[in-house]
């Protein structure tokens, strides 16, 4: 038998598909920390992000005789969390609106997505609108190329094209920003003799 890092992922969803736990024990250690990423990302919690992620696990394997091994398996695992990251960030929403007694405060409320970082390039990242973060994120955090975010978000490969393209545009913008914000810190620094 070859090694499991040698078995390719159709192979192994043919192997799910016939309710082989080995095969899925495999794909499990293979993607888990990566979606396990990209839920938290998306969700900014880390018990939820755990338990989303777990969730999208038990899914998969409870509808493992629909899989299609001719599909990609990665692109699949991500729908499926992403799936259950926006019920989750919904059904926040929802909660949160019903708890406010002024209705004015209901639109501090679609700022969900804009989750807190400690640094200035998570601040970027989270200033993107969210498809656009979320395209981002799929393709340079998790390595999935176009045609799997495409599949992920059930969008064409163009729109995937076009949300990327605009996002590399305003990080562009905003990274010059950030340049001249750092030189400028670095020279008041120097001129004050602060070492790190």
Known sequence: MPATEDISDKQLTEAIRASDGAAFKVLYFRYYEALFRFVLRRTGEYETAKDLTQDTFTRVWQNRRNLDSGQSIKAYFYRAANNL????????????????????HIAAVSNIYDFETEDKIGELLNSLPEKERVVFTLNR????????????????????E???SRALKSLRGSFKHLMVLLITLGDFLVECRVFF
């Open 141 to 160: 955090f998790e390595g999935l190329k176009y045609v799997e975010i495409a599949g992920v978000l059930g969008v064409s490969i163009k729109t995937v």
């Open 85 to 104: 990251a926006i019920n989750h960030l919904k059904k926040k929403v929802l909660r949160q609106a019903d708890s406010l007694e002024n209705h004015k």
């Open 162 to 164: 076009k949300h990327m």
